[in-house]
């Protein structure tokens, strides 16, 4: 077994790994520690240009020109965009801050609202 080191990162980044890690049952560090496995195969693979996925990424190339391969880093790299930005909303607090009623569902199913204020 590998031996571990400390390691400074963002809170925002902590707490992105932290909501991606809890869909696959791993801590925030478990996954820290895979994206960065990750990040090292696609940038020493000779199938992955990093490029060609930040270009797809910024808008300047095609996902469909791209291989299966790279598409599914592409598609890794938006789930991971799309999850860390649903992490951050809080529409109960927008809501309430506003003085907006608003319906949702807890965990269970059943039906929840907030009158306006």
Known sequence: MGTTSSLRIDDDLYDAAKVAGSSSSRSASQ???????IGREMELSH?????DIADVLAGRARYDDLTPHKQAVVRAEWTEQIESA???LDFEREFTAEGRAYVESDEDGNVRWSEPR
């Open 31 to 37: 996954q820290i520690a895979h994206w960065a496995l």
């Open 47 to 51: 199938r992955v240009s990093a490029r």
């Open 86 to 88: 649903a992490a951050a």
